[in-house]
């Protein structure tokens, strides 16, 4: 079983930045991947990046690919999401999870999902 708690969020101006942390804990060395996700109300819930535990390979949703960057620090057992250029458009909450599937763009095949959080970009 392996825990998450997200932070960082908060309210930012369009053109700001935000990083996200999610501190992991328990079984983190037999997951293959942690991925951050995000969903806005009425809406479903969409990929942005994952990292793979092992490699440090990264994976971008292809719509953020410039503007978010997804690392990890596996002593800590951290994944943290840079974001700059924020637009309102990024508001949603961010989620992060944790997988054992080379799937990773999908959503349902992560588990462990943390309680989420809250990115809102004003214009």
């Known amino acids: 079983q392996v825990h998450l708690v997200e932070s960082g969020g908060g309210l930012v101006q369009a053109g700001g930045s935000l990083r996200l942390s999610c501190a992991a804990s328990g079984r983190t060395f037999s997951r293959y991947a942690m991925g951050w996700f995000r969903q806005a109300p009425g809406k479903a819930r969409e990929f942005v990046a994952t990292i793979l535990w092992s490699s440090r390979s990264t994976f971008y949703s292809d719509a953020l690919k410039g503007r978010f960057t997804i690392s990890s620090d596996n002593a800590k057992n951290m994944v943290s999401l840079q974001m700059n250029s924020l637009k309102p458009v990024d508001t949603a909450a961010y989620l992060c999870?944790?997988?054992?599937?080379?799937?990773?763009?999908?959503?349902?095949?992560?588990?462990?999902w943390g309680q989420g959080t809250q990115v809102t970009v004003t214009s």
């Open positions: 999870a944790v997988t054992n599937s080379l799937s990773y763009m999908n959503p349902r095949v992560y588990d462990n």
